[in-house]
């Protein structure tokens, strides 16, 4: 039915045409989700190795769209919530289920409450981030802190047992892998501080553009050549170098604590209402008032 021109409420909605750079970042994200849940498929068809490619690819995507967002001025609430639905999928419940059917399920229940478990910590990891981004309370050094391992970190060391497993080593007793599995969600859930980097400066001088080009097309070609040897590394490594970052944190704090308190006086000597210094003699009017009002 054609709207009547004489009812403007009745006239259809139209909707303003939406910029490309607004969806560039929101289609890597669903590339994401897409390869998340690749991975589920494929570990079901016993593919692991595969279906872990599937969730390295899908981590790298997942530090793809942030990035290209930024660079191209593509941020969106949409956009925000879709990267934190993906996160949930790719990180929480595929590296679980992933778990659960090449090993968890040896524990019958228990295996399964595990790979619960680490889904259900990584959902609570990405809740608490999300409300904690506009935190007037956090001091300004913990911009380069993570509350906790961040999701794709963890969905990274949880699938450890797996990259042992391609490089030969026998697997692990079921009941070891539930345990380290349930290490990794406790690890994503802690108040744990995890260094980020994101406020590292990113400027490289100019005689160190090539060398650059050349560590990183290095790195590539090890990943790509040995994936399983870099992954177990770099699994490791990150593990290794959590007490380091509590340790960075804690130095941080300890030197933001004595200005604290000087700023809270400042703070309350500020609000404090200024005292009145009038006269407190009696008015005129007070003394010439009737006897009888006296």
Avoid at 248 to 258: F, K, N, T, V
């Amino acid at each position: 039915m054609t709207p009547d021109p004489k009812y403007p409420e009745l006239r259809r909605r139209r909707f303003r045409p939406i910029p490309v750079r607004m969806l560039v970042p929101n289609v890597i994200t669903l590339l994401a989700i897409c390869a998340g849940l690749t991975a589920i498929r494929l570990s079901m068809e016993g593919r692991m190795e595969l279906a872990v490619a599937a969730i390295v690819f899908a981590a790298v995507l997942d530090g793809v769209d942030g990035r290209v967002a930024r660079m191209i001025k593509g941020q969106s609430k949409f956009g925000a919530e879709l990267d934190s639905l993906a996160d949930f999928v790719n990180f929480g419940v595929a590296p679980g289920l992933m778990l659960y059917f090449w090993q968890l399920q040896e524990l019958n229940n228990g295996g399964w409450i595990a790979a619960m478990v680490f889904a259900i910590a990584g959902g609570l990891r990405l809740a608490r981030f999300n409300a904690s981004i506009d935190d007037p309370n956090k001091p300004a050094f913990a911009a380069n802190y993570f509350t906790g391992v961040p999701a794709p970190a963890g969905a990274i060391l949880a699938m450890l047992p797996f990259y042992l497993a391609f490089l030969g080593v026998s697997k692990p007793p079921a009941m070891l892998t539930a345990a380290y599995t349930l290490l990794i969600a406790f690890l994503m859930v802690s108040r744990l501080p995890v260094f980020s980097g994101k406020t590292v400066r990113m400027r490289v001088p100019p005689e160190m553009v090539l060398p650059v080009f050349v560590s990183v097309v290095f790195f590539v070609a090890l990943l790509i050549g040995y994936p399983w040897h870099i992954l177990s590394i770099g699994s490791v490594l990150y593990l290794a170098s959590l007490p380091w970052g509590w340790k960075s944190y804690r130095d941080h704090e300890r030197r933001a604590a004595p200005a604290q308190p000087s700023a809270t006086a400042e703070v309350a000597a500020a609000q404090t209402p200024a005292p009145s210094f009038a006269p407190t003699t009696p008015s005129d009017t007070e003394d010439e008032r009737p006897a009888r009002l006296n």
